[in-house]
């Protein structure tokens, strides 16, 4: 995956729900992912989408568009602890072989009360 | 999830020494793992993919005699930074693919690099 583009920062309110888009282009793609870091923390992984279509696990959601080259997180129910950097990456299957994930900057999600 | 661990979460160093990071997969085995380095307030940036039994495949602009990488089993893989400089001061994390269809990978918990 390379230009991977994702918005710098968002802010949003406790309880409201939070759409961040990324916009990517590849040549093999093969599966998107989100993860969720804390400062100073290894990322989390959070969801993954390879087919057209939104997936659903519990207050978070990942939708994916191929033709569009288009994802989204979308968290519902904010809480405080959802305060963290939000980074789309993409995977692409390597000419040679294997498969490669690339990271985009990451949206810093701010929640306040 | 499967989980990954690294040894040490911090350290410091002197110029011109060498600092050895170790990741390992606690409850699977990982033939592939990722070395990445994240500077403050960016992404992370794949350094290499390394392979259990061969040598590791570095990125473009990762100078491989500099980061030395060793995966001699499959639950252990070791970043070596030599000859570290103030430049080098980073976040080292590795991950591991998971053994699932998806092929998530798993992060460990990072290493702090400071070169003083």
């Known amino acids: 995956g390379q230009n991977i583009d994702q918005p710098t920062e968002m802010t949003a309110t406790e309880g409201a729900i939070v759409q961040i888009n990324c916009t990517y282009q590849?040549?093999?793609?093969?599966?998107l992912f989100w993860y969720q870091q804390h400062a100073g923390e290894a990322p989390t992984f959070l969801s993954y989408?390879?087919?057209?279509g939104l997936e659903e696990k519990g207050r978070f959601s990942s939708f994916l568009s191929r033709s569009k080259g288009y994802s989204y997180l979308l968290l519902k129910e904010l809480q405080m602890k959802d305060s963290a950097s939000y980074l789309c990456a993409v995977r692409d299957k390597l000419t040679g072989g294997g498969n490669k994930l690339t990271f985009g900057t990451g949206t810093q999600l701010k929640v306040e009360l | 999830g499967a989980v990954v661990s690294q040894h040490p979460s911090w350290v410091i160093c002197k110029s011109g020494t060498s600092v050895k990071i170790e990741c390992r997969s606690l409850?699977?085995?990982?033939?592939?793992m990722f070395w990445y380095r994240q500077f403050p307030k960016q992404s992370l940036m794949l350094m290499a993919t390394s392979n259990e039994g061969s040598k590791a495949t570095y990125e473009q602009g990762v100078e491989k005699d500099k980061f030395l990488i060793n995966h001699a089993s499959l639950t252990l893989s070791t970043l070596t930074v030599t000859s570290a400089h103030p430049e080098d001061s980073s976040f080292y994390i590795c991950?591991?693919?998971?053994?699932?269809?998806?092929?998530?990978?798993?992060f460990g918990p990072g290493t702090r690099l400071t070169v003083l």
């Open positions: 590849t040549s093999g793609f093969n599966g």
């Open positions: 991950s591991a693919r998971g053994t699932s269809g998806r092929g998530e990978q798993f």
């Open positions: 989408n390879v087919l057209d």
């Open positions: 409850d699977f085995q990982a033939t592939t």
